[in-house]
């Protein structure tokens, strides 16, 4: 995040944030909701196993007031060609192009080795 000139917000400014992203979603008839946040929105999970009629138990290794249902990623790190600035998947682009240029679009693993 340092590239992009990043600061943390303090509560203020995020409560300034998030009002004017409330007014900007309920225009649009959508509910912004935030996982383990106090900051006035309705609470949500990230991994909601309810939306695929489950109910699973809550991740116990994340943080406190988290409603996260257990869960395994399926990705694989430095695999996305998106170059998106604020992904914690990627940690080196020389390493997403490499695992990139290997992808066997046959296989059944994302970088087609195990």
Sequence with gaps: MREISSRALDLPCKLLLVNELAEIAKVHGITLCACCEELGLPP?????S???GLKLPHDKNQRDGCNCAVSVDIGAYNSCMNGCRYCYANHAVAKVRANYAEHDVESEMLLGRL
Excluded at 44 to 48: H, L
């Design 44 to 48: 949500t999970s990230c991994v909601d």
């Design 50 to 52: 309810t939306m695929f």
